[in-house]
């Protein structure tokens, strides 16, 4: 848009982009505050102010008015399952942010009259019965009621999936059907599958239905995955980490992203993982990509990060807080092979780990390797999720050179948690400010989709806040971090678990143009509202990749959704509510507050002959002669 004062000029390093009148936090200690930012080739040339800018201002350069918005770098989601969440995204029906059940259930009554023969309705993650008002879980009935015909799956966490009748059907189970290990079909009292499904604690009973489901193919995939890192970067996501996971095969699952970097159209960085899918075939599967691929292998788009976030299935525990911690069988001969194997070939890794019992059992393996001199070796590795790490494994993962990364999964399994291990565990679940005070690397991301949301302002309120999205507070303000350091923890931390923190996470000259303008100031919104926040205009390399508001029309264009039938296409993703605006103590302080300023500003006039002096009376001029 023309701004006035800024005259394009002739120039050979003209910008392609300009960002001005913007309250710009850096994240760069050097230069922590600016206005204005140019950007050439998807790298940042500049950041200043006006002055700073304006010689780069050429005839073709686009510039922006942030209109004294807040601007920060693009965040970084040190943990999604973007993959997979791609290539699903436009199947799904999305319950994120629903504030009620009784909406959600309406959604769903309306996109299983649209959805044709042979389709599945599915609800799959982002949701928690703790945001409904009904605070519960829909029933079989009430699925079945909305949809008697078509096949109905509603995820709920790692803990549980409620299905229809027809899904019962669909995906084949009977009275015959034997409970999968670690899960359970609940059945009635006639012996029949009622519709619910436990995991107990393995949530392999909920992922092996859900694969029954149709998938997308084709040209659909492609259209799939660009809707769905759109979406992402509605809220400023910039890059991503994708931690791979269950039924995520390499290469086939990978290779739409392939493609879609190939032509140019990705709008989001991955780095990406790869996780053994099959029991007792992991070390052969590691071994096989390392003679095709290296960590790194890539570019700024598309690269390969490491293994994980399993090594071995054996060693993964389950996140399942409404069941106790699972007894994990011997599994250190098998793991210790996968990570020697990693170490010799200049592999890291991340691993998924929820309980402290995990972390000191990897921990020895990793501690006798490191005796012979083999351990890390240069290589970048990193526990994920952590809820209940102790501060002596702290001590030894510092020791050993490990970095963190943290999820917000507590934001909806936090009562689960609470009610199995009590105040005190949640209070330290996970200990964040324990983890900085030993100067460890901690990234933040989601996990989602399958259990937290993709929104990432979600996450960075329960970092702030410690609160669940039921609103129940968990973690005590010593072990919450400021506003500051989470940002932080979703940019700067997130660029180094990839490598990275030399070219992106900050905003600095020389730095890949990555950033986001948001609706509120993240520093000064109420606490509460921190997970309202969306990005209005959100820049990845240089490119406007999302648009909204008085930006609206300047994003890329994108392919509709397809197939037309899509819940996405009807209802979008995340469901946005407005921000509840301060309480009503705070409203009164605020009117409080403008009163005295009013009559201020009145005495400041009468005493400049600018108004009159009122006439001294105590008497209500109401009832004056």
């Known amino acids: 848009m023309p701004v006035g004062g800024i005259a394009p000029r002739t120039t050979e390093n003209a910008a392609d982009l300009v960002v001005r009148n913007a309250k710009i936090h850096t994240g760069d200690a050097v230069r922590p505050q600016a206005e204005a930012i140019a950007v050439r080739d998807g790298v940042i040339t500049v950041v200043g102010d006006d002055n700073d800018v304006a010689p780069h201002v050429g005839p073709d350069t686009k510039v922006v008015d942030a209109l004294g918005r807040r601007m920060v770098p693009g965040l970084n989601d040190a943990h999604l399952h973007v993959i997979r969440g791609g290539l699903n995204y436009v199947l799904e029906l999305r ?43 829909p029933t079989v009935a009430e699925l079945n009621a909305a949809a008697p015909d078509t096949p109905v799956f509603v995820l709920h966490l790692y803990q549980a999936a409620v299905l229809n009748r027809a899904a019962l059907k669909a995906a084949g189970f009977t009275r015959e059907t034997p409970d999968p290990k670690g899960g359970q079909i609940v059945r009635g009292r006639d012996g029949e599958p009622t519709g619910m499904l436990l995991a107990a604690p393995s949530a392999l009973v909920l992922y092996s239905t859900l694969a029954k489901a149709p998938v997308l193919e084709g040209e659909d995939r492609k259209t799939s995955t660009r809707h769905f890192l759109r979406e992402l970067n509605r809220f400023g996501l910039t890059s991503a980490i994708d931690a791979a996971g269950g039924f995520q095969n390499f290469p086939d699952d990978y290779s739409t992203v392939v493609e879609l970097a190939k032509a140019g159209q990705l709008s989001l960085r991955i780095a990406y993982h790869l996780f053994p899918q099959t029991v007792g075939q992991e070390i052969d599967d590691l071994r096989r990509w390392i003679e095709v691929a290296r960590p790194e292998d890539g570019d700024e788009w598309l690269r390969l990060n490491g293994a994980g976030e399993n090594l071995t299935w054996a060693a993964a525990d389950f996140e399942n807080f409404a069941e106790p911690r699972p007894e994990l069988a011997d599994y250190e001969t098998e793991f210790e092979k996968a990570v020697r194997l990693l170490m010799e070939n200049d592999w890291g890794f991340r691993l998924h780990a929820t309980y402290d019992e995990t972390i000191r059992r990897d921990l020895a393996v990793f501690e006798k390797i490191a005796a012979e001199g083999l351990f890390p070796a240069g290589n970048r590795w990193l526990f994920d999720h952590a809820e209940t790490v102790s501060a002596d494994s702290l001590d030894r993962i510092a020791a050993l050179g ?27 679940a996970p200990p964040l400010r324990a983890m900085l005070e030993r100067g460890l690397t901690v990234g933040a991301g989601t996990d989602a989709t399958r259990v937290s949301t993709y929104n ?20 005590p303000p010593h072990n919450r971090v400021d506003r500051r350091t989470a940002l932080a923890m979703f940019t700067e931390a997130g660029a180094a678990l990839t490598g990275e ?7 600095r000259s020389g730095f890949l143009a990555d950033l986001a303008v948001l609706s509120e100031d993240y520093f000064t919104v109420p606490e509460q509202d921190i997970a309202h926040i969306e990005s209005l205009l959100t820049v990845v390399g240089g490119r406007i990749v999302h648009a909204a508001a008085e930006y609206e029309g300047l994003e890329e264009e994108l392919p509709p959704v397809s197939p037309a039938w899509s819940p996405v296409a009807h209802f979008g993703g995340y469901q946005a509510t407005p921000a509840t605006g301060p309480s009503g103590a705070r409203q009164a302080e605020l009117l409080g507050q403008a009163v005295t300023e009013s009559e201020q500003h009145r005495q400041w006039r009468v005493r400049r002959g600018l108004a009159p002096q009122p006439a001294s009376t105590f008497l209500d001029p109401c009832f004056s002669p």
């Open 402 to 428: 490990g970095a963190m990364s943290v999820q917000n999964r507590l934001s909806f399994q936090g009562e689960a948690f609470l009610s199995r291990y009590g105040p005190g565990a949640a209070a330290d």
């Open 95 to 137: 319950w994120d942010g629903v504030p009620t059940l009784r909406r959600g259930l309406a959604m769903l009554r309306e996109q299983a009259a649209r959805t044709p023969k042979g389709q599945w309705v599915r609800v799959v993650g982002g949701w928690s019965a703790e945001q409904f008002a009904e605070r519960r879980l």
């Open 456 to 475: 990432p302002w979600v996450a960075l309120h329960w970092l702030v806040t410690g609160r669940t999205v039921g609103d129940l507070v968990l973690r």
């Open 501 to 507: 923190e030399g070219v992106k996470g900050v905003l």
